[in-house]
């Protein structure tokens, strides 16, 4: 069963979920779409999804042309060597 934010239930609507560029200053929008066999109806000023402002990182990269050999890297890409 999907619930929204909002305590919409409904089996068959489903929400999608997006990410918004920083730089976007456009209208905002919810895709929504009925996978049922029966009609669902959202009337205006009904709650169907909640905003979520997060932070975004702007990483900065320090390229190598090679890594030094450490205990966690000798077991082989994504081991550690211990179980």
């Known amino acids: 069963m ?4 909002s305590g919409l ?3 068959r609507v489903r929400i999608a979920i997006g ?3 920083s730089d976007y200053q ?3 929008m919810v ?3 009925n996978r049922g066999d029966t ?3 959202l ?3 009904e709650r169907l999804a909640q905003m979520v402002i997060v932070p975004v990182v702007q990483a900065a990269f320090n390229i190598v042309d090679d890594f030094e050999a450490s205990e966690r ?6 081991s550690t060597g211990k179980h």
Do not use: K, Y
């Open 2 to 5: 999907c619930r929204g934010p």
């Open 9 to 11: 239930r409904h089996s």
């Open 19 to 21: 990410l918004i560029d």
């Open 26 to 28: 456009g209208q905002l």
């Open 31 to 33: 895709s929504t779409w």
């Open 39 to 41: 009609a669902f109806t």
């Open 43 to 45: 009337n205006p000023m």
């Open 73 to 78: 890297g000798a077991g082989g890409f994504g």
